[in-house]
Each structure stands twice: as structure tokens, then as C-alpha cells.
């Protein structure tokens, strides 16, 4: 189980157990995150392009934009 927390343009993701850091995704190339979803291993970023990007949290590889 994880929780994100944005910050800028990253979102940093947290193991929501232990509070241990995980993993940071870079949104830099990204228009700002408007919210963050985070679903098993898979994180959910919507930013204000309106484009949703999904990562995996284990490995941060960007597996789909919608």
C-alpha cells in the first residue's frame, strides 16, 4: 500500500505502512499535477494538459498516458 504527496512538479510516493520513501516520479516535462491517484503498484498522475500518465511505482516506467 502506498500514498503520494505532490510537491512542485514531483510526486513523491511513500510506503503508506511504514512512511518509508519509495520513489519520486518527475513531472517536469508535464503542464502542473492537479491530482495524484495512487491503485496497488500503480500511480495515476493527472495534469493540466488533461492527460492522465499511469507509472509504475516499482520501477517509475511511465506505462500509459490517456
Not at 500514498?3 to 510516493?13: M, R, S
Not at 505502512?17 to 492537479?34: M, N
Request: hydrophobic fraction near 40%; charged fraction near 20%; charge should be positive.
Amino acid at each position: 500500500m502506498f500514498a503520494a504527496k505532490v510537491q512542485g512538479q514531483q510526486v513523491h510516493v511513500f510506503n503508506a505502512k511504514t512512511g518509508g520513501f519509495k520513489r519520486t516520479i518527475s513531472c517536469a516535462g508535464c503542464k502542473g499535477v492537479k491530482y495524484v491517484s495512487v491503485n496497488g503498484d500503480f500511480v495515476s498522475i493527472t495534469t493540466e494538459d488533461g492527460k492522465v500518465r499511469v507509472y509504475d511505482i516499482n520501477t517509475g516506467a511511465l506505462k500509459r498516458i490517456m
